[in-house]
């Protein structure tokens, strides 16, 4: 008797999934949060289409789009009976060293156009790698206009629009944050001890 219950489920189980392919089916897709790419591209890279089986769709179809440098972060929810909700959070391009484009948590960015990469942080520099410093001064500066971060192991010279800032690192120019705040429009130099502002 157990043997025929367990085999009777496993038939209704079985008939479940092959319908679950023919019913019911996307007839209708929403996609949010683009601006790199068009609702078509997202949807060739998330492998989503109408007519897809509606409880096959899951984050598991996301894989190639999870994959994509672009793409931080997406969601998708099913609507019974018949729709689909993508929702992404993209990267965004913030500063370039000329030839690779870099987002905020250090992604390097493909195919950005040159008019784009324009009017982006501009990072330079030699002596050890310290882009990822570079990029967490992007993200403190992002009010101020910050154009062009060259740094040395001596530490980081900024060109904003009306100031010029001198800066061993990141975490003594955080510790005198009100002195750089307070100076605008002058060429000012921070150390470990405190801040020169020259006129």
Known sequence: MRRTLMLLLLIILSALLIASRFYPKVERIEVSGMTHFSKEELLALANLAPQDPLVWVNRWRLRNLM???????????????????????????????????????????????????????????????????????????????????????????????????????????????AGFVSQQGSKISVYPWGVSVKP
């Open 67 to 177: 994959a994509n440098p672009w793409i931080y972060k997406a969601r998708i929810i099913r609507h019974w009976p018949d729709t689909v909700s993508l929702t992404v959070w993209e990267r965004q391009a913030v500063a370039t060293d000329g030839v690779q484009t870099y987002a905020l948590d250090g992604t390097v960015l493909p195919n950005v156009a040159e008019e784009v990469k324009e009017g982006l942080v501009r990072i330079e520099g030699w002596g050890n790698d310290r882009s990822r410093e570079a990029l967490e001064l992007v993200q403190l500066l992002a009010e101020y206009d910050l154009k062009v971060i060259s740094y040395s192991p001596d530490g980081f010279d900024l060109r904003l629009a009306e100031t010029t800032v001198f800066t061993p690192s990141l975490a003594a120019l955080k510790e005198h944050w």
